[in-house]
């Protein structure tokens, strides 16, 4: 693009330093600066922060900004103020002397930008102050922070769409990745539902290198990615904060510089990090994904992901952090069943409803998708985004295209064992089908005698799960957390098992698992871990609700034994360990209600007795009881025992018609104590 003559040039050649705008940059920031609404979806390292920061030079009053994180906000500010611009932050790392300065700028009306953390909205007295001080317009960092859909949702900026119905200011928002439901709940939320002026720009980073590999020895993947970038700075993305801690070891003592970053550290060792990072060369930092939004670094040369991240789009924003100053940068995603496992449970342990349960399954589908992808990856990852003209030659498939195969036959048997079981199973359950594997489980439902019963005995069971793994990554099945995980067919399945369309899968990964050797062992099995999810789950909400840690309700142990028993009463439940009365009658039906998919219903006095001799007695009292109602002849008048006399009479120990004609009385003891004798005596 040629220079530009405008005041906008010249205060982006004298502020900024850039002789012209990047693609797309020049509509949006005439389109702010007209006091339109705008929704800006631009890629990572795509100059967003700019096109709300020269509008905010162009014309007089203040725009607020609105941002996530307070290492990004204090960045921009610093590198707003060394350009001679009047910008400050409100956050809870400044120091009073910083806070006197902000303030004091306010008051005199030179300050152009204000950095708010979403958290202060929280205050009754920022809108006053913002109403008083003169505000211009709002702009919002990292905009898909608003959705419930989106992959960094934040409570606190929902408040967004009240304060600019407050301030009746124009809105500009930005983020890097929101697919259509995320950008479909930003309008809503943000602009009250009247659309907003939007701007989508390509999402392709064309100098970016995509890579993905099935995790093997992953340690020492991560080290040798590492070693072959040796002095250049890099991320390493961990699922959890015991391995980035340990991945920063290996690597030191592997003469690599590395630091590693969570959210279990204090607040200053965070802050430390952080500004290692930024100022030194060379530097790795393994650390879970709180770090990294909004980081500024423009030569991350690598990003690698030790686990799966949790969606396209955390992907996508992860990778982002490569890069961005346009250099060549590398990335490699490591991934295996146990991230797969882990990432389900995650989603069937939230409390969101079942419905965006299911969407967020799909979410993890679409990256698996991209993970066994049969061709260009990058062609996979944008066309999630809806971009079709897509030009790689930097990625792992367009270096080494995957061996693949027609895998019609293997997928519609899946399919099939699937269909035949009423899509009430997951992968361990359907491959033991395929297998012919005669469990305890496949004999009593009678799944022997399916036609697919050892059907698929080509593959092994480390095979079969690359195959349901390769099928979800097709979208051809999706978990259901209705059904704990069972997994149902989608549509797109239905024209392959009718024969009508056929399907290729990756034979590199199939032959790579036979190989593999087997995961860590699970706290449960495959076919009982989505259970296990949905139990931990109702026990977090209990937890929440009454204030408590989650092992008060219940114990992780006491969990697994209800996800692998599936008590389907209240006295199965009483055998479980850890389930006293208290708990059974606190608690049992409502983790009942998760096994079995109702409530148990029972009458408290009998749920008392639930898990001992003295239940199944009441019961049969209580039968008997009903059949003698009306006498031996069926024409006396009615007559019955209270729930609580009923359960004095299954406890005695001695039984005998005197001790029944103390708790029942004469009429009732002459109605039912031959029979009641029976039934105790019988049991005695």
Not at 129 to 142: C, W
Not at 212 to 232: C, E, S
Not at 241 to 270: F, P, S
Request: charged fraction near 25%.
């Amino acid at each position: 693009m040629a220079p530009l003559d405008d005041g906008a040039a010249t205060l982006l050649k004298d502020v900024f330093g850039f002789d012209a705008f990047r693609p797309g940059q020049r509509e949006i920031v005439d389109a702010v600066t007209a006091g339109e609404n705008v929704l800006a979806i631009m890629p990572t390292g795509g100059g967003k922060s700019l096109c709300f920061q020269l509008p905010a030079l162009i014309d007089d009053g203040l725009t607020v900004v609105i941002s996530p994180l307070i290492a990004l906000m204090r960045d921009q500010v610093r590198a707003l103020q060394e350009a001679g611009v009047g910008a400050g932050a409100l956050t809870s790392g400044n120091t009073p002397e910083e806070t006197d300065a902000v303030w004091e700028g306010l008051e005199a009306g030179t300050l152009r930008l204000l950095y708010m953390a979403p958290e202060r909205l929280a205050s009754g007295s920022v809108t006053g102050m913002l109403r008083r001080v003169g505000v211009r317009r709002i702009a919002v960092d990292e905009a898909h922070c608003v959705s419930q859909w989106g992959h960094d949702f934040r409570p606190d900026y929902l408040r967004i769409g009240e304060l600019r119905r407050a301030l009746d200011v124009p809105l500009a928002a930005f983020t890097a990745t929101a697919d259509a439901e995320t950008q479909e709940e930003i309008v809503q939320k943000l602009f009250n539902g009247q659309p907003p002026r939007a701007f989508l720009r390509g999402f392709d980073r064309p100098n970016i290198h995509l890579a993905f590999a099935a995790k093997n020895k992953p340690r020492d993947q991560i080290l040798n990615f590492a070693a072959a970038r040796k002095g250049q700075s890099g991320i390493v993305y961990c699922g959890t904060r015991a391995k980035t801690e340990g991945i920063a070891r290996a690597l030191n003592e592997a003469g690599q510089k590395a630091i590693h970053y969570h959210g279990g550290m204090e607040a200053e060792d965070r802050r430390i990090a952080e500004a290692r990072f930024q100022q030194e060369d060379g530097l790795i930092v393994c650390a879970t994904v709180a770090f990294g939004m909004g980081v500024d670094k423009p030569d991350i040369r690598w990003v690698a992901h030790a686990d799966l991240p949790k969606s396209i789009e955390a992907y996508y924003q992860e990778i982002g952090r490569a890069g961005r100053d346009g250099a060549p940068a590398e990335t490699l995603t490591l991934f295996g069943p146990d991230d797969i496992r882990l990432r389900r449970s995650q989603i069937d342990e939230g409390l969101a409803p079942p419905e965006r349960r299911a969407a967020d399954h799909a979410r993890l589908n679409a990256l698996l998708g991209l993970a066994e992808a049969l061709e260009c990856r990058r062609k996979t990852l944008l066309g999630y985004f809806d971009e079709t003209e897509v030009t790689c030659g930097r990625c792992d498939l367009c270096d080494s295209p995957a061996e693949t195969f027609n895998g019609t036959t293997a997928v519609r048997k899946a399919l099939s064992a699937i269909l035949r079981t009423d899509e009430w199973f997951g992968a361990g359950h359907l491959t033991d089908i395929l297998l012919g594997i005669e469990t305890d489980k496949v004999r009593a439902r009678g799944h022997t005698d399916l036609p697919t019963f050892g059907v698929g005995t080509e593959y092994d069971r480390r095979q079969w799960q690359a195959i349901f793994r390769q099928m979800m990554g097709h979208d051809l099945i999706r978990p259901d957390p209705d059904r704990h995980g069972a997994l149902r067919m989608t549509d797109a399945a239905r024209p392959i098992l009718r024969g009508e369309a056929d399907i290729t899968l990756r034979r590199d990964t199939i032959r790579a698992a036979a190989g593999r050797r087997p995961a860590v062992k699970a706290m449960v099995s495959e076919e009982d871990a989505p259970l296990l999810s949905a139990l931990k789950a109702k026990r977090r909400a209990l937890a929440e609700a009454a204030k408590v840690p989650a092992y008060i309700i219940f114990t992780d142990r006491t969990l697994i034994e209800m996800a692998e028993g599936r008590p389907a009463t209240l006295d199965g439940m009483a055998k479980v360990g850890g389930v006293g009365a208290k708990k059974l009658e606190t608690y049992g039906s409502a983790f009942l209600e998760v096994i079995n998919g109702e409530a148990a219903q029972m009458h408290p006095t009998r749920r008392k007795l639930a898990g001992r001799t003295a239940g199944g007695l009441y019961d049969r009292l209580l039968e008997v009881q009903a059949e003698l109602a009306r006498g031996e002849s069926g024409i006396d008048k009615p007559l019955s025992c209270s729930a609580s006399e009923l359960a004095k009479v299954a406890q005695l120990h001695s039984p005998d018609e005197k001790s029944l004609s103390r708790i029942l009385g004469e009429r009732r003891t002459e109605r039912f104590g031959p029979a009641f004798l029976d039934i105790l005596r019988e049991a005695g």
